[in-house]
């Protein structure tokens, strides 16, 4: 046993010793390649190579960084810009929308809701009615009444001309004429009326498309509105042809207007009975009128 375990220790001391000069061959060795010049000149080139590799890489990684730098500034600037131009698009945008709209109305008011009409009313200086506007105001004009044998033509309708003309600057041959009107019968239309001269205003009722004179009513029919009522009236019967207008139950004068110059003259107008049946009608009774607008 003893024998036994000698040997063992034997074995492990000569392994100990082939270890150890192992070891010690190995160490010196590596310090031969440490004293050795080419090999420190080869290491020293390799490890500048590789610090100029770093160097190179990281100008690389720096000029990337910066190019990426000016990028990202010059997208942030045109997002800038692209984000206030959609501002101002939407801006734009809402207020065409906006103006779309306003036109919407106003040509659907002007096409269904508000068209509006116009009628003259005559011997009165102002308009009446409600939601209506006066377009002007003028002077009651018409053929001359003369009824010399040489004169029998000429135009038959009253107009109401305004008080604001622009003339013009050519004279004529005199074949047509254009005169005032004055009220006539005495004091029948108001009193002091006798050649008083008669005025008459353009007038445009809001919210309707129509507007109408019936003779024969003072009131208007269902579903219209009244603008005002009067005596019907027209030039007489022995002088010139004229047409009948609507005087105003409370005719107005025209300022200085009182002398007795003739020129157009205004008569109410009666019933004859006959053809016209009496009744409804009476014979000799002035005629009412309404001016109606729907």
Not at 72 to 96: C, F, P, V, W
Request: proline letters at 4%; glycine letters at 8%.
């Amino acid at each position: 046993m003893n024998i036994l375990c000698s040997i063992m220790l034997a074995l492990h001391v000569i392994r100990s010793d082939v270890a150890y000069a192992n070891n010690k061959a190995s160490f010196e060795n590596k310090r031969l390649l440490l004293h050795d010049p080419d090999v420190t000149a080869s290491r020293l080139s390799s490890v500048e190579k590789s610090i100029q590799d770093m160097v190179g890489l990281t100008l690389q990684l720096q000029t990337q960084n910066s190019n990426m730098q000016t990028t990202i500034a010059h997208l942030e600037a045109t997002l800038l810009k692209e984000t206030s131009t959609r501002k101002d698009l939407q801006k734009n945008l809402s207020q065409l929308q906006t103006e779309l709209a306003q036109e919407k109305v106003k040509v659907s008011q002007t096409l269904f809701h508000d068209p509006g009409s116009t009628y003259v009313r005559w011997g009165r200086k102002q308009c009446a009615g409600v939601n209506t506007d006066l377009v002007y105001t003028g002077f009651t004009a018409g053929q001359e009444h003369s009824t010399a044998s040489k004169y029998y033509g000429g135009p038959s309708n009253i107009l109401c001309l305004p008080n604001n003309p622009e003339l013009s600057n050519r004279t004529t041959a005199r074949n047509s004429y254009l005169a005032g009107s004055e009220y006539e019968d005495g004091n029948f239309f108001i009193r002091g009326a006798q050649n008083e001269d008669a005025p008459c205003s353009l007038c445009r009722s809001r919210n309707t498309s129509s507007s109408v004179m019936i003779p024969g009513r003072l009131t208007c029919y269902d579903g219209w509105k009244m603008e005002y009522h009067g005596i019907l009236s027209s030039g007489a019967y022995g002088h010139k042809p004229s047409s009948y207008i609507c005087i105003d139950s409370l005719p107005e004068f025209i300022q200085g207007g009182q002398d007795d110059k003739n020129g157009f003259l205004l008569y109410p107008t009666s019933i004859i009975c006959g053809s016209l049946p009496c009744p409804p009608y009476g014979d000799n009774l002035a005629v009412n009128c309404v001016v109606c607008s729907k």
